[in-house]
């Protein structure tokens, strides 16, 4: 079955980086655009960045463009998001997501938290 699994959330304080990463299984992964999604405290879930399935191309929600960096490793079946320049604004849990026969999939999520 369909297995994501989100590491490398924790607390950073401004200004800080995290490496987010994704380990999937259960699907042909290479084949798969990856999204990485966050949920803000008290907000709908909302994309941050995707990456298709070759890696080639991505893009990112305006209010993290030029501070994350989506990527993915296709034979450690792996996508990444390395977050630079972190603001307390970017505070979520944030999931990756694919879409597998038209369904989507989710991680269960890791935590971010920026403050001081």
């Known amino acids: 079955q369909v297995q994501l699994v989100e590491s490398g959330g924790g607390l950073v304080q401004p200004g800080g980086s995290l490496r987010l990463s994704c380990a999937a299984s259960g699907f042909t992964f290479s084949r798969n655009v990856m999204s990485w999604y966050r949920q803000p405290p008290g907000k709908e879930r909302e994309l941050v960045a995707a990456i298709t399935s070759a890696g080639g191309l991505a893009n990112y929600a305006d209010s993290v463009q030029g501070r994350f960096t989506i990527s993915r490793d296709n034979v450690k079946n792996t996508v990444y998001l390395q977050m630079n320049s972190l603001k307390p604004e970017d505070t979520a849990v944030y999931y990756c997501?694919?879409?597998?026969?038209?369904?989507?999939?989710w991680g269960q999520g890791t935590q971010v938290t920026v403050s001081s």
């Open positions: 997501k694919t879409r597998v026969a038209l369904n989507d999939y």
